[in-house]
């Protein structure tokens, strides 16, 4: 059942003013980026820029908090995913925007009544035993209430308590609303070099246009649960009193497909602690660091293991159930509308790439970054490897809680640094690889956030080192292969070498030996008319300098001053001779 009814007057007044309204505040912020970022610090004031910087991005943050929560759709996930960055954005920015995910407002439950009982083709107190009507959790694009099933339905799926998630009625023709603003805004952005030459916007647009297509597509989201749940590695065992989480079970709710549409979703209740209320995990005695370590545990186990990943970790979506011993826990994530793969060219990158950081390799990072694809093959890394290597060097290993007792001015230096190098690499966003950076940032905040003292290096280390093992393994097979096969190219070649020695020693004798290089001369050739060309650029500068220099110190009257302004003009006008070679000279030489 679609949820596109014929659009009256004032739905389509709304959606005109809605469009209108994203597209001011992206005109706003992309202004407001170009004047403090690009043009003040060309005019030699990056320093006064930058010292009201944060305050800057705080109102931005406020503003845009407001606008989001007006609005709802799409600008919630975009809020949502920022109030993650933690580690690139100030607090006083993720404070604004954490309010984001729970400060939704709810649809009214009437419209969403109707909404789900058109969808079930009956009443709910006849669909299910109980139904609340005050939400759980108002989303951007759905609500969730609190159900039971009728004692038949129980029985046959084992459990009674669900949660019944209704899509908020209409969003169908938000979603459509803001991808037609943030397509226009893409184009606006396509158009400035210093993004186009990075970033592919545009698509970056289609592929968040299709996953939020599939957010609103709670059939799909269903079948990305119980891939999850079929996929995912769950192992004996608790984290209690472990700080690197392994053995943690990770879980996903089952769905009562006889309860489920495409607008509307029934799935057992698995809520439980909030992952991120650090003070409710102490009170049941779960050590909030040991939940760091798992979800870490998580997130790799679904990059590198199962290859399919959950795209939207942010802290509504994932909650911390209590085993049967103090300290014991699960893991479960619930909302899989956003949900991305990784097929074997992406895993091998993706493995290169953890790999270089388990082992510091600043060099080895670049060229995993190559081949993902986020470098353009035309990129000089040299100068981005020794970047890298320099960084990992000074910070690599600490903790956030350790970065934040370097010297700032420390900090700064390296980012103006790194800043000039990354503003000079070509970089581009292959396709999915957007998903799995917010995945990844999601996370890594979600782990900062439970435990300050934790540190990254020390949970991709286990990971990068079964790799190398994993690929060390892989690598023997495949020598022991070439080796076969080199033995037996070798052997062929040796019963053919006579022969082909007496017909070299032959042409030797008779002279007609001769060396054959083209495409040597032909790079030759275009170096020589090249150095020419420099040559005749110089003489035209030196003949510009020369004639000006000879006007401006002319006086007036006295013949010698005549005559420099006469050689002055001349020597000018003769400089277009050399201008004109160093433009157009040889190119018709083949």
């Known amino acids: 059942m679609t949820d596109r009814p014929t659009a009256r007057p004032g739905r389509r007044l709304r959606s005109r003013a809605r469009y209108r309204r994203i597209l001011a505040f992206g005109l706003r912020m992309m202004l407001q980026t170009w004047w403090f970022d690009l043009v003040l610090p060309r005019l030699g004031l990056r320093a006064w820029s930058r010292r009201g910087q944060t305050a800057r991005l705080t109102r931005s943050a406020a503003r845009f908090r407001r606008l989001a929560t007006d609005l709802g759709g799409l600008m919630i996930k975009v809020g949502q995913f920022m109030s993650t960055r933690i580690d690139m954005l100030p607090t006083e920015v993720t404070d604004q925007l954490a309010a984001l995910q729970d400060a939704v407002p709810a649809a009214p439950f009437d419209r969403v009544r109707a909404q789900a009982e058109a969808d079930l083709g009956m009443p709910l107190d006849r669909a299910f035993a109980a139904f609340t009507a005050e939400p759980i959790a108002a989303a951007s694009l759905g609500q969730a209430y609190r159900a039971r099933l009728t004692t038949q339905d129980a029985t046959a799926v084992g459990y009674s308590d669900v949660v019944v998630k209704v899509q908020r009625p209409g969003i169908a023709d938000i979603v459509e609303v803001d991808l037609a603003a943030l397509r226009k805004i893409a184009g606006w952005l396509a158009r400035l070099s210093f993004v186009s030459d990075r970033a592919d916007v545009p698509a970056l647009i289609e592929e968040f246009a299709r996953t939020s297509h599939e957010e609103i597509d709670y059939l799909h989201e269903a079948a990305e649960a119980e891939r999850f749940s079929a996929e995912f590695r769950t192992a004996s065992g608790a984290a209690s009193g472990r700080r ?22 029934t799935l057992q209740d698995v809520t439980a602690v909030k992952i991120n209320d650090v003070a409710a995990l102490r009170d049941l005695g779960i050590d909030p660091s040991a939940v760091a370590g798992a979800l870490a545990e998580s997130m790799f186990t679904q990059l590198f293991d199962n290859g399919h990943f959950h795209a939207d970790p942010h802290p509504g979506n994932i909650f911390v159930t209590p085993g049967l011993e103090r300290g014991e826990f699960s893991l479960n994530f619930i909302d899989f509308g956003m ?28 060229d995993a970054m190559a081949g993902l694809g986020v470098l353009l093959p035309s ?36 980012a103006h640094r790194f800043r000039d190098v990354i503003r000079t690499m070509p970089f581009q966003l292959p396709e999915n690889f957007l998903l799995i950076m917010r995945a990844v940032s999601m996370l890594s905040g979600l782990c900062s956030t439970l435990d300050p003292q934790f540190n990254i290096w020390e949970s991709v280390t286990p990971f990068a080192t ?55 001369e032909h790079q030759l050739k275009r170096l020589e008319r090249a150095a020419v060309r420099v040559v ?44 004109l070679y160093a433009v157009f000279g040889g190119r018709r030489v083949r």
């Open 379 to 414: 990129a000089d890394t040299t100068v981005l490897a020794e970047a890298m290597t320099e960084l990992f060097d000074r910070f690599g290993g600490m903790a956030v809680a350790d970065l934040q007792h370097v010297d700032p001015k420390e900090f700064e230096e390296f």
């Open 339 to 366: 949900t991305g793969t990784i097929d074997d060219t992406l895993r091998r990158g993706l493995t290169d790439l953890v790999i270089a950081v388990g082992t510091r390799d600043g060099a080895g990072m670049v």
């Open 244 to 265: 690197d989480g392994a053995g943690v079970p990770c879980r996903a709710p089952q769905v009562v497909w006889e309860r489920s549409t495409r607008r509307v979703l």
């Open 536 to 579: 005749a650029a110089i003489v035209f500068v030196g003949l510009v300098v020369g004639g000006a220099v000879l006007r401006g110190s002319a006086g007036a009257g006295d013949s010698w001053s005549t005559a420099a302004n006469v050689v002055g003009i001349v020597m000018m006008g003769c400089s277009a001779l050399p201008l």
């Open 466 to 520: 079964r790799l190398i093992r994993d690929r060390a393994g892989a690598s023997a097979t495949q020598v022991a292969r070439r080796a076969v096969s080199s033995v037996a190219g070798t052997a062929k070649v040796i019963t053919r070498l006579p022969g082909r020695l007496d017909h070299v020693i032959t042409v030797v004798e008779d002279g007609d030996l001769s060396v054959n290089t083209p495409q040597v």
